[in-house]
Nanobody
Framework: QVQLVESGGGLVQAGGSLRLSCAAS????????MAWYRQAPGKERELVARITSGGGTDYTESVKGRFTISRDNAKNTMYLQMNSLKSEDTAVYYCQFIWSTSNIWGQGTQVTVSS
């Protein structure tokens, strides 16, 4: 069974950077859709960024110009480069892969931005 393993979260000062990774543990022939979500305490989970199999990307307005989503198809891995972090970026970040009839989520990684 394929699982997603996230890494790269942590504590960083405002203005700093972090890079999140999300890797699939098993073999996947073709991932159609990859995305990063986040959920802050007391708030609903929100879409942060997504990337299609063709490389098309989309970002929520609050992270445009600061975050960059990318993928390595050969490694079945997705990344989120987060720059100029703000306290409001503090949340648990989750990755999601969709392919064929499968839709799986990572376990989440905590990102804390101190002001």
């Amino acid at each position: 069974q394929v699982q997603l393993v996230e890494s790269g979260g942590g504590l960083v000062q405002a203005g700093g950077s972090l890079r999140l990774s999300c890797a699939a543990s098993g073999s996947i022939s073709s991932i159609n859709y990859m995305a990063w979500y986040r959920q802050a305490p007391g708030k609903e989970r929100e879409l942060v960024a997504r990337i299609t199999s063709g490389g098309g990307t989309d970002y929520t307005e609050s992270v445009k110009g600061r975050f960059t989503i990318s993928r390595d198809n050969a490694k079945n891995t997705m990344y989120l480069q987060m720059n100029s972090l703000k306290s409001e970026d503090t949340a648990v970040y989750y990755c999601q892969f969709i392919w064929s009839t499968s839709n799986i989520w990572g376990q989440g990684t905590q990102v804390t931005v101190s002001s």
